[in-house]
């Protein structure tokens, strides 16, 4: 257990670290909840190095070498501003939170196993030997990714076949975020209302059926919902309040999505669409495109082209070439719209890219009905009782229907559009893999949609607000969102 707990506070303090200097824009209660996100985020950049230069991944240099990035960011920080001793009981608190949650986990044995988890563990086996890529299965290299085997990768000095905290810290941390943004967010209404609304929302995700066996489970689920929802508010507050430093943690939260799902180059495309037509400012633009540009240029540019069946193939439906296209063509499109004289041409990029989702899907619809039709069918079981979401679904889809027609929310086309962007694509991917979802929990598309509930529900939390009131009085609130506690 040792290795384990030394391994979880270590990076989690190389996150609260590395947000240091930033913390005039990010709170230190926020830095507390984003250090496990941005620490696994910086651990899995320095270890895709590490992959790229030596060919194998060492865990344990990677670990230090995160920490170190992290100790250097808190020193510049200290140098030119000082270090708030205060500071200091957060990061206590931090590291505090991380030991507990790793020793419950594993004295509880809270983990569960499936035949996907497996093959995940097998590929973190394999990353530590010389020629680590070479020795991965290359249909799970490109299905299963690299992101979750490189946080397990520690396991073997540890005497383990898998860390049992991993999808429980990330779980926590962003439960904790998610709970943080809600009560930020109420500031706008007596302290009465926002305690409901705050709890109200946070009970509605403890809640979920589903999401909550994520937490647990060994698969790449929970981390996927939890970079997009770090992704999202970091965007939208980075943009929406001005606190341009909110753009790092969405930055490398989406570069570190690119790690873990075959879909997520579409996903983090489909955001940084939403951020491409916004009003953000050029450090916004670089902050959230630099991490995802370098760690897509060199996982799918240099190692998944070159190791995986296909992964050379020029087609924008080959999974390698399109995710490059989707990444760098949104990449492109975000930069683009920085400047002023372009700016009027990518506006409503975001609203033609899913209008092109939606034809694209509308044409494959058509080219392959029986898919589709055996997907709704399997998705309407699924919400209704077999994929054992219980009532999530059923009352978060009709509230996102009304949200959708009530909401006055600032910059909303930066949650509006990640949203419908996904739900188009989750019709899409069934037909674009010529197989249908199936019924069951254990279906991936299933089990996809738990990556998009915290974004719909911190959606829901803003919709509920008066957003007028939101918006005249967030120029003279000194915190992150308008009214900040």
């Known amino acids: 257990m040792s290795v384990e707990l030394g391994f979880g506070c270590l990076l989690a303090v190389a996150g609260f670290a590395a947000l240091q200097p930033l913390r005039s824009a990010v ?3 926020a830095r507390v909840w984003l250090s496990i996100p941005m620490g696994m985020a910086l651990f899995l950049f320095v270890g895709l190095g590490g992959v790229v230069v ?20 808190l020193a510049g920080a200290g140098l030119r501003g000082g270090f708030p001793w205060s500071d200091l009981r957060w990061l206590g608190a931090t590291v505090a939170i991380t030991a507990l949650v790793v020793v419950t986990t594993r004295v509880l044995h809270l983990t569960r196993l499936t035949p996907d988890s497996l093959r995940y563990l097998l590929a973190a086996d394999d990353l530590v030997k010389p020629d680590a890529i070479a020795e991965i299965n290359r249909a799970d290299l490109l299905i299963r990714q690299i992101g979750l085997p490189m946080l397990h990768s520690i396991s073997e000095s540890a005497g383990r076949r898998y860390l049992a905290s991993v999808a429980p810290l990330f779980g926590v941390y962003g439960l904790g975020l998610f709970t943080w943004f809600a009560w930020q967010s109420t500031a706008v209404l007596d302290r009465r209302r926002a305690m409901w609304l705050t709890v109200t929302s946070t009970v509605f995700l403890i809640s979920s059926n589903r999401l909550l066996y994520d937490v647990f489970y060994i698969n790449t689920h929970i981390q996927m919902a939890v970079f997009l929802l770090v992704a999202i508010i970091g965007g939208w507050l980075a943009v929406s309040r001005d606190q341009t430093g909110w753009a790092f943690p969405a930055g490398m939260s989406l570069g570190a999505m690119v790690l873990f799902r075959p879909e997520a180059p579409l996903v983090v495309a489909i955001v940084l669409v939403a951020v491409a037509a916004s009003r ?3 450090r916004v633009r670089l902050l959230v495109t630099v991490p995802v540009s370098l760690v897509t240029a060199v996982w799918y540019g240099l190692i998944l082209w070159q190791h995986v069946r296909g992964g050379d193939s020029i087609s924008l439906t080959a999974p390698v070439f399109g995710s490059l296209v989707a990444v760098f063509g949104a990449v492109g499109a975000v930069l683009l719209g920085g400047a002023l004289r372009l700016r009027p041409l990518i506006r409503r990029i975001d609203i033609a890219a899913i209008i092109g989702l939606a034809a694209i899907l509308g044409y494959y619809s058509l080219k392959s009905p029986g898919v589709l039709v055996d997907s709704l ?33 600032d910059d909303h086309r930066l949650w509006t559009v990640p949203i419908l962007g996904f739900a188009l694509l989750y019709w899409l991917l069934p037909l674009l893999r010529e197989g249908a979802w199936r019924v069951g929990a254990g279906d991936s598309g299933n089990r996809i949609l738990a990556h998009v509930l915290p974004v719909v529900v911190g959606f829901l939390v803003l919709a509920a607000l008066d957003q ?11 915190g992150v969102v308008a009214g900040s506690r």
Do not use: E, K
Request: aromatic residues 10%.
């Open 27 to 29: 709170p230190a209660p």
């Open 54 to 73: 030596t060919g194998a991944l060492d865990p344990v240099v990677s670990g230090f070498v995160a920490l170190g990035i992290g100790l250097a960011a």
């Open 280 to 282: 953000a400012n050029w």
């Open 377 to 409: 069918q399997a998705t309407f079981r699924n919400l209704a009782y077999d994929g054992l979401w219980l009532l999530t679904w059923g009352a978060a889809l009709v509230l996102l229907v009304v949200a959708f027609l009530v909401q006055r929310i």
């Open 468 to 478: 007028r009131r939101s918006s005249s009085s967030a120029s003279d609130s000194p």
